[in-house]
Structure formats: structure tokens, C-alpha cells
């Protein structure tokens, strides 16, 4: 297992308008599901049971993971731009070719884990005090 560790650093994301579409009863018996070519933006899976799960090209964009487990899932191509990994449970994961940006909650240690699964953390551009254009990775 990868420990977890927020950095104080990340911005603050409102996760309370995160759809509470799924019971906690749900959220604990969604061990091994599959799914492919959706989008399952803003939906709290806080405290989910999704071990197992394989996911193709699904979008998570604004998800809610706090305290999910996650271990053995297998994300190919999917989005988890802006997802709050706070507390998640991770090992033996596969992020093949899929994007993480604005993400929430994970350490340093757990972003590198995620980049050697096949993940990645894009660079965006931003702006310097002076006005230059700068590209800088954002977690």
C-alpha cells in the first residue's frame, strides 16, 4: 500500500455538490465493476468499495474518492481531472494513459506511484508576476 499524505499546498475544491447518487450500501458493494466509454463527473464514491474495478475511458472529472479503496483498479484512459483522492487506498493499480490534474490528496510518494502505473500530471500554463507565460505541473 502506498501511505497518504495531502500536501498543504493544493487548492481547495468544493466537493460538497459532488452527487450523492450512490447509498453507502452501494458505495460498499461496487467491488469488481466494469465500465467503459461514460462519464461519471462529480459523483461521490467517498468511502467505496471499488477493488478490483476496471474502467476504460471513463471520465471522473470532480469525483469525490475520499477513503475509497482502491486497490487493484484499473483505470486505462480515463479522466480524473480535479478528483479528491484524499485518504484513497491504492496498490496494484494500473493508470495506463490516463490524466490527473487538480487532483486532491495524494503525496508526493503516491503521485509518483500513480506516474509509474501509467498516469500522468499535465502541465498547465500560468501566469508569472511579471506577465511571462510559464508551464507548471498542477496536482
Known sequence: MIPNRATST???IDYSSAEQILTEVEKRSLR???LSKTALTRVDFSRADLRGSKFERVDFSGCDFRDANLVGVW???CRLVGAD???ARL???TFFNSTLAKVR???RKQRNYVVACGGTF???KTRTPDG???KRRVF
Open 32 to 34: 469488481g465493476t466494469t
Open 10 to 12: 493544493q487548492r481547495q
Open 105 to 107: 490528496g495524494l503525496s
Open 85 to 87: 483522492l484524499t485518504g
Open 91 to 93: 496498490g496494484l493499480n
Open 75 to 77: 483505470f486505462v484512459q
Open 132 to 134: 511571462k507565460s510559464t
Open 122 to 124: 499535465p502541465a498547465v
